[in-house]
T-cell receptor, first 109, second 112 residues
Framework: QKEVEQDPGPLSVPEGAIVSLNCTYSNSAFQYFMWYRQYSRKGPELLMYTYSSGNKEDGRFTAQVDKSSKYISLFIRDSQPSDSATYLCAMSGYNKLIFGAGTRLAVHP | DTAVSQTPKYLVTQMGNDKSIKCEQNLGHDTMYWYKQDSKKFLKIMFSYNNKELIINETVPNRFSPKSPDKAHLNLHINSLELGDSAVYFC???????????FGEGSRLTVL
């Protein structure tokens, strides 16, 4: 079993839809949870960063962490074509960062 | 000014050759990394250096040798290239927060 599981998609939604992206993990030592966005042929860039359980909101993006279920989510409201990218969840503990496989999202006009 | 820059962006070479990828960061970060991203977009850490010292070596074949001449540079040399080495290699850096990585644009290696 991989330490971090993420559905690779692809996920295709119309513009304006609410998008839900998820990851599950097995290592209870993870304390920090991140979402990175990667555009085609570019490097990943940090989108959201959360510590422990709870919610964090930044504009149209909301990150949720449920440590009891070992489950994290990223919600994108009012999705735009510019949100089309691969979204990678990542988590760290003991100075080691583990990435999920990434979910490819396409938002069509 | 690019924060994390790597060269070359594209590399096409024959099996058995030796090649190097260079990385430089101008963010003043203490920690630098090499990640490998395969065709399925899975991003896996290879090496981590903190202030020129090797911190993480994730069971990477000996054919891969990182070198950090100073804390702003981390180069990757690969000997005897194999088909399975074809991937995109990303350099990254971080400071106090190991979860907040700044990535370069990647070096796409194709081994024929």
């Amino acid at each position: 079993q991989k330490e971090v599981e993420q559905d690779p998609g692809p996920l295709s939604v119309p513009e304006g839809a609410i998008v839900s992206l998820n990851c599950t993990y097995s290592n209870s030592a993870f304390q920090y949870f991140m979402w990175y966005r990667q555009y085609s042929r570019k490097g990943p860039e940090l989108l959201m960063y959360t510590y422990s359980s709870g919610n964090k909101e930044d504009g149209r993006f909301t990150a949720q962490v449920d440590k009891s279920s070992k489950y994290i989510s990223l919600f994108i409201r009012d999705s735009q074509p510019s949100d089309s990218a691969t979204y990678l969840c990542a988590m760290s503990g003991y100075n080691k960062l583990i990435f999920g496989a990434g979910t490819r999202l396409a938002v069509h006009p | 000014d690019t924060a994390v820059s790597q060269t070359p962006k594209y590399l096409v070479t024959q099996m058995g050759n030796d090649k190097s990828i260079k990385c430089e960061q101008n963010l003043g970060h203490d920690t630098m990394y090499w990640y490998k991203q395969d065709s399925k977009k899975f991003l896996k850490i290879m090496f981590s250096y903190n202030n020129k010292e090797l911190i993480i070596n994730e069971t990477v074949p000996n054919r891969f040798s990182p070198k950090s001449p100073d804390k702003a540079h981390l180069n990757l040399h690969i000997n005897s290239l194999e088909l399975g080495d074809s991937a995109v290699y990303f350099c990254a850096s971080s400071q106090d927060n190991p979860g907040e990585l700044f990535f370069g644009e990647g070096s796409r290696l194709t081994v024929l």
